[in-house]
Each structure stands twice: as structure tokens, then as C-alpha cells.
């Protein structure tokens, strides 16, 4: 969508935004090295451990805001710092790639593209549309029902939601109805809170994985997708 809307934008409007946005980048990192260096030695009457810690996290907040390095290399070389720098152990500052769940997170955005790229999702929603039927309730239902069974190959919410939107637009068309009618409204809503539904009754969504980890590690109670599922369906 980028992409289209850049090509309507005069060249000198493309030239001045990517110059923009090269200058704040620029700036980023200059300021994520020189700040982080001055707070670092300020003579602030913290304890010391305290304040190289703050100086390293003022470095990963201004290099995230600015875009200096790509996010994930900021948040990488920021547990890097945290360690080389003697501030905390490496059991401490890795601590969270110990855990399993960003690796369930991982695993599951993996999961998702797979199912997207390869066209698998798309396939298994049209099948199931032309299965049920084609009056307005019977394709409400099966909007619902092939939004449920993609979170188990699609664990994200706004990928599914992108590729049942782009087939609910297809099936407007078919209607012959405008995308401002009451039936396209009524199919947005139903995908729009289906999505978020399913990625919490189902561990699939980053909030659920998320909660589904300081579950087992906070409370010492083994989640399983099967009690998780029963336990919110009510």
C-alpha cells in the first residue's frame, strides 16, 4: 500500500521525506552514543550500577525512536551492553531468549507467514465459503468459522484479519454492494472481533502466548491448549 500511494507523490515530495528521514536517522545515532556517554559519566549521585544501566537503556529508547538501527539489532546489542559492561550477569541480561515464550511467539509469526506465503490460508477460507452457503447469515457464519480454524495456522489476529478481509471485499462485490452498505459493515464487525476473540481463546495471539508464559513461570501450573481453550469458551 505504500508502494501505490508513494508512486501518486511527486518525485520532490519522495526525495524530501527519504532525506527527512535519512537526517533523523543521522541524528540518532549520534545522539544514541553521545547522550548514553554523558549520562553514563554525569556526575548524578546514583549508585553506579544504577546508572550505566540507565545510560544503556537511554541508548536502546533514543535508537527505537529514531530508527538508527533496525529494532531488533537495538534490543540485541542492548543486552550485549548490559553484560560486557559488567552491569548485570549474561544469565540476566539473555534471560528472556531463555524463556520459551518469545520462542513460542516466534515460532508461531513462522507458523503464520508459512500459511500466508504458500496461499494455504486463502485456500482453506475460500473451501469453507463454499461450503455453507451463500445467503448473508450462512456467509457471516462462515466468515466465523474460517477465522477460527486460521489461528491454528495463522496465530495473528491482523494477518488473518487481512486475508479474510480481502475475500469479504470480493464477496461484497458479488452482493453488488458498496463498501459504506450495512452488509459490508456486518462482515467487517464480525472479522474485526472474531479476530481478537480466537487469538485469546486460542494460545495464538502474542497477548495470550505472553500470558500463557508468566502462567507456567509465575505460577507453576502447566498450560495446555486444550484447558486454555476450555476455560475461556464460556
Known amino acids: 500500500m505504500a508502494q501505490q500511494l508513494n508512486t501518486d507523490l511527486p518525485a520532490s515530495e519522495i526525495k524530501a521525506g527519504t532525506s527527512g528521514h535519512a537526517k533523523i536517522q543521522l541524528a540518532g545515532r549520534i545522539a544514541s552514543v553521545l547522550v548514553p556517554l554523558a549520562f ?8 553506579r550500577t544504577i546508572q550505566h544501566a540507565l545510560a544503556v537503556t537511554i ?3 533514543i535508537s527505537w525512536i529514531s530508527e538508527a538501527l533496525d529494532h531488533a539489532v537495538t534490543g540485541f546489542v542492548g543486552c550485549y ?4 559492561l559488567g552491569i548485570v550477569k549474561f544469565s540476566t541480561a539473555f534471560s528472556g531468549f531463555a524463556d520459551e515464550t518469545p520462542w513460542f511467539l516466534y515460532g508461531a509469526l513462522l507458523f503464520g507467514l508459512m500459511a500466508v506465503k504458500s496461499g494455504l490460508a486463502r485456500r482453506i477460507a475460500y473451501l469453507i465459503m463454499l461450503r455453507v452457503g451463500n445467503s448473508y447469515s ?3 457464519l462462515g466468515l466465523i468459522i474460517s477465522g477460527f480454524l486460521l489461528t491454528a495456522v495463522v496465530p495473528s489476529a491482523i494477518a488473518r484479519l487481512v486475508i479474510m478481509a480481502a475475500i469479504a471485499l470480493g464477496l461484497m462485490e458479488v452482493f453488488g454492494v458498496g463498501k459504506g452498505s450495512n452488509i459490508g459493515r456486518g462482515m467487517f464487525i464480525i472479522l474485526t472481533y472474531t479476530a481478537n476473540i480466537f487469538d485469546k481463546m486460542i494460545i495464538a495471539g502474542a ?7 508468566l502462567i507456567e513461570k509465575v505460577g507453576h501450573v502447566k498450560v495446555l491448549y486444550s484447558l486454555w481453550f476450555i476455560a475461556y469458551l464460556p
Open 59 to 61: 541508548f536502546m529508547i
Open 207 to 213: 497477548s495470550a502466548i505472553t500470558a500463557r508464559g
Open 81 to 84: 551492553l548490559f553484560w560486557v
Open 138 to 140: 450462512r456467509i457471516l
Open 40 to 47: 553514563w559519566f554525569a556526575p548524578l549521585g546514583l549508585e
